[in-house]
């Protein structure tokens, strides 16, 4: 009884040991966000947030389009992840389960994009952006964005497809199910959580975009927040409090996702381990 007590509290404390290292950041982004310049730049920051900085910390977020940024972030990240899952579960599926010449340089193809540096490519694909218009566009980063994750999302799929047993989709074709709908109402929920894996990583390469927005948004209204926060460091001064409550900002978001999604995760593998 006592060893289940002591055991149950070290696992207690190392639940808060770990909440506390992984909270600390989000904590000392919103003391600094709360902080003045003046005591940033001369006595220093103390250890605690003040809430009596709030408003001018509010000021200071006001002179940039914060809010837009924030948008336009959710608009890459989404739509790199839908159109990464969407694509990625039709390869993944070609990849898997059909035998077609020139299937095994495909695959290597696909790898091989993973190891071409993005800024290689970014001259030749500026180049491709300005002849098809989609140059100063949050679609063209969206179409850049997927090139990168698809074909991750693609091997996720194929791997996990590759694991249900075959006779499944015959027995959905003894019934005269079509071929996309097996793919869709069949295989798709079984592979559940590992489609999850492939939206976190495709949602989170949308999410902390840089070069190419850098590189292909010239309006400061199109720009990302990860763009945006870079725009706040000046040559003389950058109001450090203002990059934490934006950084802070753009932090939540893709934390809340996280969380979120990897429930489903946990859920989807804990109710396959489980059946017979």
């Known amino acids: 009884m006592i060893s289940r007590i002591f055991s149950r509290a070290g696992w207690i404390a190392l639940v808060v040991v770990l909440l506390v290292f992984g909270g600390f950041p989000i904590y000392w982004m919103a003391s600094t966000a709360l902080s003045a310049n003046s005591e940033l730049y001369s006595t220093g920051q103390v250890p605690w947030p003040q809430p009596g900085n709030l408003p001018q910390l509010l000021r200071d977020m006001a002179d940039v389009p914060v ?4 948008a336009n972030t959710l608009v890459v990240a989404v739509g790199t992840t839908v159109l990464s899952l969407l694509l990625g579960a039709l390869a993944g599926y070609a990849l898997s389960r059909f035998r077609f010449h020139g299937k095994g340089l495909i695959g290597f193809l696909l790898f091989m994009t993973q190891v071409v540096p993005e800024a290689l490519i970014v001259v030749p694909l500026y180049a491709i952006f300005i002849t ?7 679609w063209g980063l969206v179409l850049a964005n997927a090139a990168f994750s698809l074909p991750v999302a693609t091997f996720i799929v194929k791997g996990a497809i590759d694991v249900i047993p075959y006779e499944i989709e015959e027995a959905a074709a003894v019934d005269n199910c079509p071929r996309m709908s097996v793919l869709t109402m069949i295989l798709l929920p079984i592979i559940a959580p590992s489609l999850a894996a492939a939206a976190v990583m495709s949602f989170f390469s949308g999410w902390n975009e840089y070069l190419f927005a850098a590189t292909f948004l010239m309006d400061k209204e199109l720009w990302p927040a990860s763009v945006g926060l ?3 460091i000046g040559q003389y001064e950058t109001p450090m409090t203002a990059v934490m409550g934006t950084a802070l ?3 939540v978001p893709a934390i809340i996702f996280f969380l979120l999604i990897q429930r489903k995760i946990v859920a989807g593998i804990s109710s396959g381990a489980v059946k017979g």
Do not use: I, K
């Open 249 to 251: 900002l753009f932090s």
């Open 230 to 232: 870079a725009s706040f």
């Open 132 to 138: 098809l218009g989609l140059l100063n566009s949050l």
């Open 67 to 70: 809010l837009s940024w924030m």
